[in-house]
Every structure is written in C-alpha cells, then in structure tokens.
C-alpha cells in the first residue's frame, strides 16, 4: 500500500470513530431528553390533587375494614376538577408488622383504589407514610424497605406508568447523607423491572422544601422530587396537640391582620412559637409563600428536574374557615404561577377542605372560588 493510500485510510478511519461518537452523544442526549421530558410530562399529569387520609391510620383498629373511597368520592373528587388522589398508607404497620389478616386487608383496600383510579381516569400516588428508617437500624431497615418495593413493583407492574406513581418515603427524618443512598437503592429495585415506572422522592427534615434545595439529584432518570408546604407553621399548625407548646397560640388569621391577632398563649412562651409569633406580621402573607417556593423553584430550574408540592393545608379545628381558604387560595396561587403541581392535605379528616362530611354544599363560597379558578 502506498504511503498516500495508508494516510488516506487513516483519516478515513478517524472521520467514522468521529461520526460514531458524534452518533453515541446523539444517541445518549435523546435518551436522556425521553427521561427527562417524560418526569415533566407524567408530573403534569398530576395537575391539582388531594391527600386522602385512611390508610396510613395505625391508630385506627377499624381503618382497614372502613370502604372510604367510594364512587361517589371519585365523582365528588373529579367534579372538583382533580386529577389526583395521593393516598397515604401505613405499610410498616398494617404489612411489615402487619397479621397475615392485616396484610390481606391492605391490599385488598390498595387494589380496590387503584381499579376505581382507573375506572374514573384519576392519578394514583402510593405512599410508603410511615416506614422505618433509623440511623441504629439503617441496614435492617433497609432491607424491609427493599423487600416491601419489590412486593410493591411486582404486584402493580401492569399497571401503567401514566395511572400510578411510587413515592419512596414520606418525610424522611435522618439525614439526607444516610436516607438519599437508601433512595437509590429502592429506585434501581423498582427499575430492574419496571423502568418506565415513575418515582417520587423528598428530602429529609418531614420533606423540607430547604433541604431539597441543598440536595443533587440522583442519578436516575424519570424521578420526580417532591416537599412539603406548611409555612407558616403557626398559622397551619395551630393548636394542634400532637405538636407542642409552640403551635398553641390559636385564633391566627391569615392574611396577618394587626387589629385581629389573638394575644401569645402563655404556654407558647419561650419556645419557637414565640419568635414566629413575634414575626408573623413578616411571615403571615402571600409575598413570603412566594419567596419560600421560589427557592424550591429555582433548584429545579437549576437541575433540570420536576417537583411537586405533595402536602399542603391547614389544621381546620382553630383557625377560622374564611383564613383556611385565604391560606389555601394563596398557596395555590403561588404553586400554579411556578408551574408546580400541588396536593391539598387533605379530603375529610382534622385538615379537610370540607365544612362537614364531604359534598359539593358543604364547600365554602370561598373553597367553590379555589377548585372552580
């Protein structure tokens, strides 16, 4: 072969590993522009939402005999204009821990959810509410956790991506370090045999919207991340029990109106309600919602990731129905203007959006205005 020919070969050679590897980048960006478009697409899909409260009651030794979702809740729930239920469920009590009878139940009640999601064109989250993951237990744990996914993927796999979505753990409460490798881990369980499955993770700290916004996204496709939304915390949260001393200054309005301020509760002195009491008239307002989700907002312009608000609402026992509404109008303002899907916490216990047991006249004028807009 001629010295000519040999150096012609040669850049010939060179050009096709040039345009192959152009091909594979190609290749590679199209599939990561499928994955990426179609977390953005499936976290459309879930538009506006409600949280219905039922199975995640370890509490209530009835719950899993109760038929609490039933057509006439779809119907309700749709005629709202809501395209998704996010439905809470206790797994490690009822199923882990749970009596063969108890496991039984569960599911049961989870297929008969998901059968009417699909008769009625609603999306489904599934939510693991109150798993165990303790940083004394963290590879024990693990491992039930792993095990309740696989039953999970194995039992759904049929169900398509576009009518069920998984969500990992709900407000996780070790730290981002330990849980976001946990996360991993069930994520590529579930993957290996539905891919096309798309999954909902949170950060620590109850789903902190704070936390999220110092995380980086794993590395997986198709994966939606979502937080929690209850500032400020003495409005949403007040008097309710289960939390403390700080939240039980009651009779907040919101917006904050001077001339309507109850006086700080004597018990709320010298605890955290004191200073966000003493602040409120800087925190009680649609402006500082809007600056707390725009830090949410910018971290997923930033990685390029979806997020969804998977909890917001108000503890309706001491708060007046008319600052309940104004609350929930203004979050829900704020969440549509950044193009984030929401769920109201939630359908017809201590949070809901009802005024008695669920039904179109027992919404507010002001709640009719919130599902109508």
């Given at each position: ?187 590529a369980r579930i993957r290996k045999m539905s891919p096309g499955r798309t999954i909902i993770v949170g950060a620590s700290n109850y789903n902190s919207i704070y936390e999220l916004s110092r ?17 400020p915390f003495i409005f949403t949260h007040q008097g309710a029990d289960w939390i403390g001393k700080q939240v039980s200054t009651t009779g907040i309005p919101f917006p904050y109106q001077d ?115």
């Open positions: 072969m001629s010295e000519m020919n040999f150096k012609h070969n040669k850049k010939n050679e060179l050009k096709q590993k040039k345009y192959i590897l152009l091909l594979l980048i190609v290749f590679e960006q199209f599939g990561y522009a499928q994955q990426s478009s179609l977390s953005y697409l499936r976290a459309n899909q879930l538009g506006h939402g409600i949280n219905v409260s039922w199975l995640e009651q370890y509490w209530n030794p009835k719950a899993l005999d109760l038929n609490k979702l039933t057509d006439a809740d779809f119907r309700l729930i749709a005629g709202l204009g809501l395209k998704t239920i996010r439905l809470p469920v206790a797994f490690q009590q009822f199923y882990i821990e749970g009596s063969d009878i108890q496991k039984a139940k569960l599911l049961s009640n989870i297929d008969a959810v998901i059968k009417k999601s699909i008769k009625y064109r609603m999306k489904l989250v599934l939510v693991n509410h109150y798993g165990n993951l303790r940083v004394d237990h963290l590879q024990y744990d693990t491992e039930e956790l792993l095990g309740l996914w696989t039953l999970l993927e194995k039992r759904y796999r049929k169900i398509s991506g576009n009518s069920l979505y998984f969500e990992l753990l709900n407000e996780p409460v070790i730290s981002d370090q330990q849980w976001l490798p946990v996360a991993q881990k069930l994520i995380t980086t996204p794993l590395p997986f496709k198709n994966i939606i991340y979502t937080f929690h939304f209850y500032e001339h309507q301020m109850p006086p700080l509760a004597p018990s709320a002195k010298g605890t955290a309600g004191e200073a966000n009491y003493n602040n409120y008239h800087n925190e009680g307002k649609a402006g500082a919602v809007h600056d707390k989700l725009m830090i949410i907002k910018q971290w997923s312009n930033t990685n390029h990731v979806p997020v969804l608000c998977g909890e917001y609402g108000v503890y309706k026992k001491f708060a007046s129905g008319q600052s309940i509404c104004n609350y929930l109008t203004a979050v829900k303002n704020e969440l549509d203007q950044l193009s984030i899907p929401w769920m109201i916490w939630e359908y017809d216990e201590n949070f809901s959006v009802f005024k008695g047991k669920p039904g179109i006249k027992m919404l507010s004028p002001c709640m009719v205005d919130l599902f109508r807009e």
